[in-house]
């Protein structure tokens, strides 16, 4: 490691935390370290005050799987999807550290935006933490209702696009949910009022916004990916 020019921590956020109370004095002085965790914050903040003979550049990379392992490697995971780096000053961008690092994430396709901390933490808890807690929730709901029966056949292939990040571990998750929880709890509520909304309204045209809403939104995700 002293021989690194850059750090990559993968892994869940706690042990990136640990990991990082204890990387320094393996650094190479003016290394680059970053990492891929789910939530910045806290993991910005220990840095600040823990890593002294390098940089840390906090980063978060919008391609996760619901799987793991080599066997799930994939060479174009990064292509066309999101990079957040969360510089503390627009000077980090720009050290030699962090150029070769860019240059490489341009390299493998991946599209770079810079956030604060803190701003990434709240819109991932809407497009990212609240999409993996409504499809394991709607996947605990059926099976609370069908239970390992063949109704569980009853079903086409979009309540299996649905409950797809439910097959997530909440091993990973764990960390996400608490180093997150203020502004997953505000996410989860403006969810369950727009859901007692369709609740409230599933006889009146009113659904139609909400349908034209979501499809408008559904389109402009799938356009930025091509």
Known sequence: MPQADVVFLSQTIGRILDTIRHIDP???????????????????????????RGQ?????????????????ADPDLFR???????????????????RGFRAWLDKIGAQQLTLDADEHDRVVSLTSHLAQ???TALAAAVADKLGATPRERVAGPGLEDMTR?????????????????????????????KL???RENLRTRQLQEEFERGAALAARIRKART
């Open 196 to 198: 007692e909304h369709l």
């Open 26 to 52: 393996l650094l190479a002085e003016g290394a680059l370290l970053t990492d891929a965790g789910s939530t910045k914050c806290q993991i910005v903040d220990l840095a600040r005050e823990c890593i002294t």
């Open 165 to 193: 990040l439910a097959l997530g571990s909440y091993e990973i998750w764990r960390d996400i949910l608490a180093t997150n929880s203020d502004h997953i709890d505000r996410a989860l509520s403006v969810y369950i009022q």
């Open 133 to 135: 807690l409504a499809s």
């Open 56 to 72: 840390f550049l906090g980063g978060h990379p919008l391609a996760g799987k619901e799987t793991r392992g080599a066997s799930s």
């Open 80 to 98: 066309g999807r999101t990079w957040v780096l969360t510089p503390d000053a627009p000077e980090e961008l720009t050290t030699p550290g962090a």
